[in-house]
């Protein structure tokens, strides 16, 4: 089931791997983790299987206490027993849910097929008589489960899926603090906020009166209240003794006894109705005590014992009344100003410091993660599910009775197939490159059910927050409507067993950086000082500065302190971007607008059909590429035996041998080409944890979404106005920026009314060129080159039979049915749509071995592929938000080139960098200019003194890495474009301005200033001007208006306007 890259598993080593030498100064004392583990650690523990009680067995050997020791499975089966009848005389309980992995089809299986990757869920259900003590046990089947894979995602109706985790408000108690309109007074408030049930408000108003809202219903006196839940007037003034805002209310109160307490909040819940004290009590229970309808969950117990300073077992789901009088305190305590009230932690007393809360604070925020939100759903199916078992208990006779007649599982099934298929959380998966595919299960979204909405959400919820430090990334988000709501985690962060986001920190003492490792919580950060982690170290490990730039306060405040105050420092300079961000070299010289674009194009990257890692990286390319899933990795060491398009074996040295099966030119979600490419050579020794193919978008195990293209900055006949782009001819003729796009057309031939639907060669009225590719079964052959409006797939239909005539009749008992009425319903290629067929699948109902659905007989399904050179209109992209369309491709003769005669490959707007304010492209391209020619240092100058020995002499072409926030500086590039080795003719083209002078391709002449030169990672979009180009001449009408339908999909018209008229108009051409 679910697994992946075990987060301690060291980066994997490859012989074929580029050695990408680093600039970066710090060392970081852990390695980054598993990027997966947000998805498959969730669903681990949802079900229970090897893995997750592994990390069980690990957490109690370590004396951890904060890893939950149920699944999430067992846990929700529990809560549900028993399902007692009415009278109490008998009742049904679960236990022991698994799964039988007999029944289990492959992932491929499932796609091929479109059916769901999912194993049939049973559990131990136990009946008994509680009259006669007689107990009847059954397994009973529950309904088929959706499994996870081991890449993180589900396969559901043979499309793959992903969950995305939710961020939600955390359960538990919220002080607020808000000035009243009309006076100077402040308002204070608390609210009590569970996991399911009714809230629980108090408030002090500006007349100094403590009410309560109960279920967000009318105000009433909070003095009431609590006699209601039984406290008498002696008791309400012993325990709030010192505050007026309450003992003054208790002496005035009329009420004297609990009943009448009760009687009174009936009426205000209920007005009209007769009321008794049982029933009002019965209300009261009821909404906060009855666990079945009010639940805090572990999360908001613990929350609360947290902020009042209490010690109840996080098993108590409900409110207690200790609950009550211990909110109220704190909420008069914090109106009187007292600055803190005592209470206990761990068992021992302490003062508790009264604040009120922040409601976007990353402590009372919290991850519903995958295994979260279908253990809610199994939930909502499980409670329907209980109300027929009610129903059946009070109706059949209680001597035939068995689990198995008792329960009807169509409710939980339907509600986990309503949540896969129509959730908003539950997302069709981006698949574009490797890089959009773990983004997206990664991502964080605050929308959805039980979240906000975007109509509701203001500024303060979507603004970046100290406490996203190391936890959410504050440059990836989308730009539009969904800005700050949907983020995406920190590359080290891990979500703890409540759900809060950690980030690990070094462990500092007086001074002294240890290599101990720590994972504190939002919460568990506010009163500790945290260094950088790019403070100055000593060769012992002790700060260098007396003192130290450091984070503390809840604020996140950052100033200098003494080195000895320090608690913690960061592990890593990248730990608070998010995998996205961090493949940004030089992210730190770019405005975050800028690297947001970039972070975010990154993911729109097209795979291209030979791939190139960038030559400056970050040293994330390959952890990405790995845990992305898309390359083959080796599992155990030993001697590659055989290799072929489709498949590799290894010859492990236990003995065992290992067949490893390649994709091939399949389709993705979004129509890339996914395709594995081998990287290894038979006979040769590989080792464990190494990389044998390559998939869409790597370079021998390293993340590849573009290429290295020689750019030069200038402004060329006003052709790259407005970010617009000019290429080289030599792009399109070597094919360096094309890639494989595939479309999948299919058909199906159905039972209808009038006859079945069939699939032939033999059509009505279309002539044999149409037919000359269809094979005897009426389908393309594969290799055909297919244009708009060709058939893929012959199909007749009946059409309604009409009277016929003497003739008609005839040749029907002559000829046997050949000529009744049918009509053309052949699949044909759609407008716009090209290729060659390179895959035809055809599924038949009769074989039993595929079922199609109701009245489907028979299904086609044809892959077209194309080649997409690049052309005109496409739209290129930096790393650094750096975007253009390209205006025009000039031939190689043309383009700018430099002394020694090379032309460059694209020519940008100089103008797009200062405004933009993204710096980073400009020190991209000077390093890649130096590593492509390679270096040389002599001496020991003062610019290199920090660079590693490995980095002093470097080969032509080397890739290096400059990692975020730890990458090179601007006088080490500027010493390196001085250190670079001289071509053949012994020159060095650019100097350490990183300037050199072109000449016009077209003239010869030098142009007359110095041009910024070199290498910069160059992608191509998802934005093709092939998928947006679109004509018509007459095709479907509106039936309203009987104007023509708009948009692309509809084959619609281009809207011809008033300002279009006008134009027209101001030309002359009136009667155009």
């Given at each position: 089931?679910?697994?992946?890259?075990?987060?301690?598993?060291?980066?994997?080593?490859?012989?074929?791997?580029?050695?990408?030498?680093?600039?970066?100064?710090?060392?970081?004392?852990?390695?980054?983790?598993?990027?997966?583990?947000?998805?498959?650690?969730?669903?681990?523990?949802?079900?229970?299987?090897?893995?997750?009680?592994?990390?069980?067995?690990?957490?109690?050997?370590?004396?951890?206490?904060?890893?939950?020791?149920?699944?999430?499975?067992?846990?929700?089966?529990?809560?549900?027993?028993?399902?007692?009848?009415?009278?109490?005389?008998?009742?049904?309980?679960?236990?022991?849910?698994?799964?039988?992995?007999?029944?289990?089809?492959?992932?491929?299986?499932?796609?091929?097929?479109?059916?769901?990757?999912?194993?049939?869920?049973?559990?131990?259900?136990?009946?008994?008589?509680?009259?006669?003590?007689?107990?009847?046990?059954?397994?009973?089947?529950?309904?088929?489960?959706?499994?996870?894979?081991?890449?993180?995602?589900?396969?559901?109706?043979?499309?793959?899926?992903?969950?995305?985790?939710?961020?939600?408000?955390?359960?538990?108690?919220?002080?607020?603090?808000?000035?009243?309109?009309?006076?100077?007074?402040?308002?204070?408030?608390?609210?009590?906020?569970?996991?399911?049930?009714?809230?629980?408000?108090?408030?002090?108003?500006?007349?100094?009166?403590?009410?309560?809202?109960?279920?967000?219903?009318?105000?009433?006196?909070?003095?009431?209240?609590?006699?209601?839940?039984?406290?008498?007037?002696?008791?309400?003034?012993?325990?709030?003794?010192?505050?007026?805002?309450?003992?003054?209310?208790?002496?005035?109160?009329?009420?004297?006894?609990?009943?009448?307490?009760?009687?009174?909040?009936?009426?205000?819940?209920?007005?009209?109705?007769?009321?008794?004290?049982?029933?009002?009590?019965?209300?009261?229970?009821?909404?906060?005590?009855?666990?079945?309808?009010?639940?805090?969950?572990?999360?908001?117990?613990?929350?609360?014992?947290?902020?009042?300073?209490?010690?109840?077992?996080?098993?108590?789901?409900?409110?207690?009344?200790?609950?009550?009088?211990?909110?109220?305190?704190?909420?008069?305590?914090?109106?009187?100003?007292?600055?803190?009230?005592?209470?206990?932690?761990?068992?021992?007393?302490?003062?508790?410091?009264?604040?009120?809360?922040?409601?976007?604070?990353?402590?009372?925020?919290r991850i519903r993660a995958v295994g979260e939100l279908i253990q809610n759903q199994v939930r909502t199916g499980l409670s329907r599910m209980?109300?027929?078992?009610?129903?059946?208990?009070?109706?059949?006779?209680?001597?035939?009775?068995?689990?198995?007649?008792?329960?009807?599982?169509?409710?939980?099934?339907?509600?986990?197939?309503?949540?896969?298929?129509?959730?908003?959380?539950?997302?069709?998966?981006?698949?574009?490159?490797?890089?959009?595919?773990?983004?997206?299960?990664?991502?964080?979204?605050?929308?959805?059910?039980?979240?906000?909405?975007?109509?509701?959400?203001?500024?303060?919820?979507?603004?970046?927050?100290?406490?996203?430090?190391?936890?959410?990334?504050?440059?990836?988000?989308?730009?539009?409507?969904?800005?700050?709501?949907?983020?995406?985690?920190?590359?080290?962060?891990?979500?703890?067993?409540?759900?809060?986001?950690?980030?690990?920190?070094?462990?500092?003492?007086?001074?002294?950086?240890?290599?101990?490792?720590?994972?504190?919580?939002?919460?568990?950060?506010?009163?500790?000082?945290?260094?950088?982690?790019?403070?100055?170290?000593?060769?012992?490990?002790?700060?260098?500065?007396?003192?130290?730039?450091?984070?503390?306060?809840?604020?996140?405040?950052?100033?200098?302190?003494?080195?000895?105050?320090?608690?913690?420092?960061?592990?890593?300079?990248?730990?608070?971007?998010?995998?996205?961000?961090?493949?940004?070299?030089?992210?730190?010289?770019?405005?975050?607008?800028?690297?947001?674009?970039?972070?975010?194009?990154?993911?729109?990257?097209?795979?291209?059909?030979?791939?190139?890692?960038?030559?400056?990286?970050?040293?994330?390319?390959?952890?990405?590429?790995?845990?992305?899933?898309?390359?083959?990795?080796?599992?155990?060491?030993?001697?590659?035996?055989?290799?072929?398009?489709?498949?590799?074996?290894?010859?492990?040295?236990?003995?065992?041998?290992r067949t490893y099966y390649l994709r091939k030119f399949e389709r993705s979600n979004q129509g890339t080409c996914y395709n594995n490419r081998?990287?290894?050579?038979?006979?040769?020794?590989?080792?464990?944890?190494?990389?044998?193919?390559?998939?869409?978008?790597?370079?021998?195990?390293?993340?590849?979404?573009?290429?290295?293209?020689?750019?030069?900055?200038?402004?060329?006949?006003?052709?790259?106005?407005?970010?617009?782009?000019?290429?080289?001819?030599?792009?399109?003729?070597?094919?360096?920026?094309?890639?494989?796009?595939?479309?999948?057309?299919?058909?199906?031939?159905?039972?209808?009314?009038?006859?079945?639907?069939?699939?032939?060669?033999?059509?009505?009225?279309?002539?044999?060129?149409?037919?000359?590719?269809?094979?005897?079964?009426?389908?393309?052959?594969?290799?055909?080159?297919?244009?708009?409006?060709?058939?893929?797939?012959?199909?007749?239909?009946?059409?309604?039979?009409?009277?016929?005539?003497?003739?008609?009749?005839?040749?029907?008992?002559?000829?046997?049915?050949?000529?009744?009425?049918?009509?053309?319903?052949?699949?044909?290629?759609?407008?716009?749509?090209?290729?060659?067929?390179?895959?035809?699948?055809?599924?038949?109902?009769?074989?039993?071995?595929?079922?199609?659905?109701?009245?489907?007989?028979?299904?086609?399904?044809?892959?077209?592929?194309?080649?997409?050179?690049?052309?005109?209109?496409?739209?290129?992209?930096?790393?650094?938000?750096?975007?253009?369309?390209?205006?025009?491709?000039?031939?190689?003769?043309?383009?700018?080139?430099?002394?020694?005669?090379?032309?460059?490959?694209?020519?940008?707007?100089?103008?797009?960098?200062?405004?933009?304010?993204?710096?980073?492209?400009?020190?991209?391209?000077?390093?890649?200019?130096?590593?492509?020619?390679?270096?040389?240092?002599?001496?020991?100058?003062?610019?290199?003194?920090?660079?590693?020995?490995?980095?002093?002499?470097?080969?032509?072409?080397?890739?290096?890495?400059?990692?975020?926030?730890?990458?090179?500086?601007?006088?080490?590039?500027?010493?390196?474009?001085?250190?670079?080795?001289?071509?053949?003719?012994?020159?060095?083209?650019?100097?350490?301005?990183?300037?050199?002078?072109?000449?016009?391709?077209?003239?010869?002449?030098?142009?007359?200033?110095?041009?910024?030169?070199?290498?910069?990672?160059?992608?191509?979009?998802?934005?093709?001007?092939?998928?947006?180009?679109?004509?018509?001449?007459?095709?479907?009408?509106?039936?309203?208006?009987?104007?023509?339908?708009?948009?692309?999909?509809?084959?619609?018209?281009?809207?011809?306007?008033?300002?279009?008229?006008?134009?027209?108009?101001?030309?002359?051409?009136?009667?155009?």
């Open positions: 089931m679910a697994a992946s890259r075990n987060a301690s598993t060291p980066q994997p080593k490859n012989g074929r791997q580029h050695k990408r030498l680093s600039f970066a100064k710090i060392s970081s004392p852990i390695t980054v983790p598993d990027l997966l583990a947000l998805q498959t650690e969730s669903f681990d523990w949802l079900v229970g299987n090897d893995e997750w009680k592994a990390r069980v067995a690990e957490a109690a050997a370590s004396g951890r206490t904060d890893v939950p020791e149920k699944s999430g499975l067992e846990e929700i089966f529990e809560e549900m027993s028993p399902i007692v009848d009415n009278a109490g005389k008998m009742q049904l309980s679960f236990s022991n849910p698994h799964f039988d992995m007999e029944k289990l089809l492959s992932v491929d299986i499932c796609k091929e097929r479109s059916k769901t990757y999912e194993a049939p869920l049973y559990v131990s259900a136990e009946f008994k008589n509680n009259v006669t003590e007689e107990r009847k046990t059954q397994t009973v089947f529950m309904g088929n489960f959706p499994l996870m894979t081991e890449k993180g995602t589900f396969i559901i109706n043979g499309t793959e899926r992903v969950v995305v985790s939710q961020l939600v408000r955390s359960p538990g108690v919220y002080f607020e603090r808000t000035p009243e309109k009309l006076s100077d007074k402040e308002v204070f408030s608390a609210r009590v906020i569970p996991s399911r049930g009714a809230w629980l408000e108090f408030e002090i108003d500006k007349r100094d009166q403590v009410g309560v809202r109960i279920d967000r219903k009318r105000k009433q006196s909070a003095i009431v209240f609590l006699k209601a839940l039984g406290l008498t007037r002696e008791d309400i003034e012993r325990e709030f003794a010192g505050y007026p805002s309450i003992t003054d209310a208790v002496a005035k109160d009329p009420i004297k006894s609990k009943d009448d307490a009760l009687r009174d909040i009936y009426k205000k819940l209920r007005p009209g109705e007769q009321v008794a004290a049982e029933a009002a009590r019965a209300l009261l229970d009821n909404y906060y005590f009855n666990p079945k309808r009010y639940d805090l969950a572990k999360v908001g117990r613990y929350k609360i014992n947290r902020k009042l300073g209490l010690e109840a077992p996080l098993t108590a789901s409900a409110l207690t009344v200790e609950d009550v009088i211990s909110t109220i305190k704190y909420l008069v305590a914090l109106h009187a100003g007292d600055q803190t009230i005592a209470g206990h932690r761990d068992g021992k007393p302490v003062e508790i410091r009264l604040d009120v809360d922040d409601i976007d604070h990353f402590g009372n925020r209980e109300r027929t078992v009610r129903e059946r208990m009070t109706t059949q006779d209680i001597e035939a009775i068995t689990p198995q007649t008792l329960m009807n599982v169509r409710p939980v099934v339907a509600a986990i197939k309503e949540f896969f298929g129509t959730s908003q959380l539950s997302q069709f998966m981006d698949q574009n490159n490797p890089l959009a595919g773990i983004t997206h299960k990664r991502r964080l979204s605050a929308l959805g059910p039980g979240g906000l909405s975007r109509e509701r959400a203001g500024v303060e919820v979507r603004d970046v927050h100290p406490s996203h430090y190391g936890r959410m990334c504050p440059i990836e988000s989308p730009e539009g409507p969904n800005i700050g709501l949907i983020g995406s985690l920190a590359t080290f962060a891990r979500i703890n067993s409540f759900g809060f986001i950690e980030t690990p920190y070094r462990k500092v003492i007086n001074g002294q950086v240890t290599d101990d490792v720590e994972y504190l919580t939002a919460s568990d950060e506010t009163d500790m000082v945290i260094a950088q982690a790019n403070a100055k170290l000593t060769a012992d490990k002790r700060f260098a500065d007396e003192r130290v730039l450091a984070r503390h306060g809840k604020d996140g405040e950052v100033e200098r302190v003494p080195a000895e105050e320090v608690n913690y420092m960061d592990v890593s300079p990248r730990q608070m971007v998010s995998v996205g961000t961090s493949l940004i070299p030089f992210l730190e010289h770019d405005d975050a607008n800028r690297a947001l674009m970039g972070a975010n194009m990154q993911r729109q990257a097209v795979p291209l059909v030979s791939t190139d890692s960038p030559v400056v990286g970050t040293g994330m390319e390959g952890y990405t590429a790995i845990d992305a899933g898309d390359v083959v990795v080796n599992q155990g060491a030993g001697v590659v035996k055989e290799v072929s398009a489709d498949f590799v074996t290894v010859a492990q040295d236990d003995g065992y041998e081998v990287v290894v050579k038979a006979g040769e020794r590989i080792e464990k944890g190494e990389v044998i193919a390559d998939g869409p978008s790597t370079d021998n195990g390293e993340l590849a979404l573009g290429k290295n293209l020689l750019v030069a900055f200038m402004p060329w006949e006003g052709l790259n106005y407005e970010d617009a782009i000019i290429l080289n001819q030599n792009i399109v003729k070597y094919d360096t920026l094309s890639s494989i796009h595939i479309e999948e057309f299919d058909v199906d031939a159905r039972d209808t009314k009038l006859g079945k639907e069939e699939i032939t060669r033999d059509l009505p009225n279309v002539s044999q060129d149409m037919l000359a590719n269809l094979d005897e079964r009426g389908i393309i052959r594969i290799g055909a080159e297919v244009r708009p409006g060709d058939i893929l797939v012959g199909k007749v239909t009946p059409k309604g039979e009409t009277e016929l005539s003497a003739e008609e009749r005839l040749l029907r008992a002559i000829f046997n049915e050949k000529s009744r009425e049918v009509r053309d319903t052949s699949l044909k290629v759609p407008h716009g749509q090209s290729g060659t067929v390179i895959g035809v699948k055809v599924f038949d109902a009769q074989e039993g071995e595929d079922e199609l659905g109701s009245g489907v007989n028979q299904r086609v399904v044809v892959y077209v592929a194309q080649k997409r050179k690049i052309t005109e209109g496409d739209k290129l992209s930096g790393r650094h938000g750096n975007k253009g369309v390209i205006s025009k491709i000039l031939p190689e003769e043309d383009m700018p080139f430099l002394a020694d005669g090379t032309p460059v490959d694209i020519i940008l707007n100089p103008l797009g960098v200062p405004g933009r304010m993204n710096f980073g492209q400009v020190l991209e391209i000077h390093l890649g200019w130096a590593a492509k020619q390679g270096w040389k240092i002599e001496g020991a100058p003062e610019w290199a003194a920090e660079l590693s020995d490995d980095i002093r002499e470097v080969e032509p072409g080397t890739k290096v890495a400059t990692p975020v926030f730890d990458g090179a500086h601007e006088d080490e590039i500027a010493g390196l474009l001085d250190s670079t080795l001289p071509n053949r003719d012994g020159e060095r083209l650019v100097d350490s301005t990183g300037k050199t002078i072109l000449y016009d391709g077209r003239s010869g002449e030098p142009f007359p200033d110095p041009v910024s030169v070199g290498y910069m990672y160059i992608l191509k979009l998802h934005h093709l001007v092939d998928d947006k180009i679109h004509a018509r001449s007459t095709g479907p009408y509106s039936m309203i208006t009987q104007q023509p339908l708009g948009g692309k999909a509809q084959f619609g018209g281009q809207r011809f306007g008033e300002m279009e008229v006008w134009a027209l108009y101001a030309y002359g051409a009136a009667y155009a």
